[in-house]
């Protein structure tokens, strides 16, 4: 299992970001754990948006881990 970088997922978020700010949404990379879990922030309109667990497991969680195949899932965190 290789070591994904904090660098490493803000280079796949610029492909998902843009449909986010669409919405008025965005999201930040706050973490890397040493297993690999990414932990991200949900921000602007995706914060409290009653579709935001879909969007992170279907949108981001999904192309995170199409890019980055050691990324074992995402989390989001406050």
Not at 12 to 30: A, F, M, S, T, W
Not at 39 to 63: D, F, N, Q, Y
Not at 71 to 76: A, L, P
Request: glycine residues 6%; negative net charge.
């Amino acid at each position: 299992m290789q070591s994904v970088t904090v660098d490493d997922v803000k280079k796949v978020l610029e492909k998902v970001r843009p449909y986010l700010q669409q919405d008025g949404g965005d999201v930040e990379v706050i973490n890397v754990t040493d297993d690999n879990i990414v932990e991200v922030r949900l921000l602007g309109a995706c914060k409290g948006c009653p579709m935001s667990m879909m969007t992170l497991r279907a949108g981001i969680e999904r192309i995170i881990m199409l890019e980055l195949p050691d990324v074992k899932r995402v989390e989001s965190v406050n």
